[in-house]
Structures are given as structure tokens and as C-alpha cells.
């Protein structure tokens, strides 16, 4: 099974590695929960571009952790 604290740190620290904004959306709703909505409101940005971010975001996320499984099985 994953240890889903080592997942979210993983998580958390590709995060850094992301554009500002991305990162600020992923930071508000990883650390506070918040709904696109509020980010949005909080961001002052659609929540149009705020689901376009976090869909990016997570692509980008998933993509690193699939080349990092792929390099430990080496």
C-alpha cells in the first residue's frame, strides 16, 4: 500500500515546481480546501481558469510521478 503522507509530501513538492498561479491554486485548495469557486474569488480569476489550472497542474504532477516510478524500477 502507499504511504499517503510520502504521497502527499511528493505531492506538495512538485508543487513548487509549478507557475505561480498553478501553484496558488494548488496551494488554496490542498491547504485550505477551498471549492474553485472561492479560489476563484479569493484569486480574483474565473473559476474557468481556475479549473484549467488544477487540470494542468495535475497533469504535470502526474507526469513527473509516472517517470519517477518508471526510474525506481530501473
Known amino acids: 500500500p ?41 484569486l480574483k480569476i474565473s473559476e474557468n481558469v481556475v479549473r484549467q489550472r488544477l487540470y494542468q497542474s495535475r497533469k504535470a504532477i502526474t507526469e513527473f510521478l509516472k517517470k519517477e516510478n518508471r526510474n525506481e524500477s530501473i
Open 2 to 42: 502507499i504511504n499517503s503522507s510520502a504521497a502527499s509530501d511528493v505531492y506538495k513538492r512538485q508543487i513548487v515546481g509549478l507557475p505561480q498561479l498553478q501553484r496558488d491554486i494548488m496551494e488554496l485548495r490542498i491547504s485550505f480546501g477551498m471549492s474553485n469557486s472561492e479560489i476563484a474569488n479569493q
